[in-house]
């Protein structure tokens, strides 16, 4: 039963894990887009495992890779030997990355590939003074945690790094919300020169940034800050970080990566979450220069594992074989025109933002802008009842997040929409 298993897990892990909805459910099978709890109740799903299960459930070509590997008997040998799996993979990633003579080094997780990518930085820079942007969230570990710029995740206020925050591209409050996109671009360039002008030593290694804040409720700048940025960046030689772990592989619909909508080339990528597909699989690419700015040996255990990256390369296979970036623009499409239309022009509706299956939508206090969290969770826990698993976030968790499959077929998007539309009117008390 649910509740014995609740009571098992309240009574052996911490408290501080969270568990999902008034009535935690377990995840009992998957098939496409749809998935079932314990209770035998079947829900689509818009969450996708938080943005990991990028190609669905049971898919037959994912899961026979796997198969195949697991049938030589050989599911780890460590990367102290050659796996063909893992060099297959980082081949086609350093293809697709833009990176010009790239290497990749996988990792688990992508809280361990910012890890592994700040190392390089701060390695290569022979500095530990970091960039980062508010609203930020680039993991749980030591380094990561202190680039986050969410108070909501960071653990402790302990940092082994020098920190300087930047503006972010929050467009409903903060300092540059009121402005136009061009003017915020310059406002935060202008910024940025400032920042480095008095809050650092001048021997900055790097900025990381998210191209759409995954934590941070999907909040975005517009198009060509990382531009500016870079220009900026790059007359004090310092290094460019972006954390594709959510924006990757396709999922805004318009590019394969988010920092291509802004006309750059990050000198570090990272990414993880829907490569693996579920299984963990996540790493940095970086152009060869940098990354190879390790001055004594350095590995990771299970990083790009056989298994891992059997499913990888079936997963990526698959992604481009079926095009699923546009259909992440199309499918997309429908969802974000949708709400807009149903619901952006209720007062308890701040924004409905995001790009492709990557979008969010922020609640308020009617005619305001202050955040109203217990509206979306009222929000959330009825897409539940409607059959729609969806996730929150924000800064302030008044944002509903949502991050399918890329497979989402047209009929579904329709189907999820409704089951949106229904809930937000009936969290908001608006009449049908």
Known sequence: MTDDLLARHRAVLPSWMPLYYAE????????????????????????????????????????????????????????????????????????????????????????????????????????????????????????????????????????????????????????????????????????????????TAGDVAALIAEPIQGVGGFVHPPDGLFAGWKKVLDEHGILFIADEVQTGWGRTGEHFWGYQAHGVTPDLLTFAKGIGNGFALAGVVGRAEVLESVPAISFSTFGGNPISTAAGNAVLDY??????????????????????????????????????????????????????????????????????????GGLHGNVLRMGPPLTLTEEEAREGLAILVDAIRMAAGVAA
């Not at 623009?329 to 409905?352: H, K, N, P, Q």
């Not at 929000?379 to 539940?384: G, I, K, T």
């Open 24 to 199: 935690p459910i377990e995840l009992v099978s998957g098939s496409g887009r749809r998935v079932t709890d314990a209770q035998g109740r079947s829900y689509l799903d818009f969450f996708g495992g938080v943005l990991t299960n990028m190609i669905g459930y049971d898919i037959p070509e994912i899961r026979e890779a796997v198969e195949r590997q697991l049938a030589t008997g050989i599911a780890h040998t460590s990367t102290l030997y050659l796996i063909r799996q893992q060099v297959e993979l980082a081949e086609k990633i350093a293809q697709r990355s833009g990176i010009p003579d790239a290497r990749v080094f996988f990792t688990n997780s992508g809280t361990e590939a910012n890890e592994a990518a700040l190392l390089v930085a701060t390695n290569h820079r022979r500095s530990h003074q970091i960039l980062a942007v508010r609203n930020s969230y680039h993991g749980r570990s030591y380094a990561a945690m202190g680039v986050t710029g969410n108070r909501n995740w960071s653990a402790s206020g302990l940092n082994p790094l020098q920190v300087a925050w930047l503006h972010s591209g929050d467009r409903v409050r903060g300092l540059l919300a009121r402005l136009s996109a061009d003017e915020q671009v310059d406002a935060a360039v202008e910024d940025l020169r400032e920042v480095l002008a008095t809050q």
């Open 319 to 392: 992604l481009i074989a079926h095009d699923l970036q546009a259909n992440a623009a199309r499918v997309g499409a429908i969802l974000a025109d949708g709400l807009r239309s149903a619901v952006g022009g209720l007062d308890c509706v701040a924004e409905v933002r995001g790009k492709g299956l990557m979008l969010g939508v922020e609640f308020v206090r009617p005619g305001s802008s202050e955040p109203d969290p217990a509206l979306t969770n009222r929000v959330f826990e009825a897409a539940r009842d409607g059959g729609l698993l969806a996730g929150k």
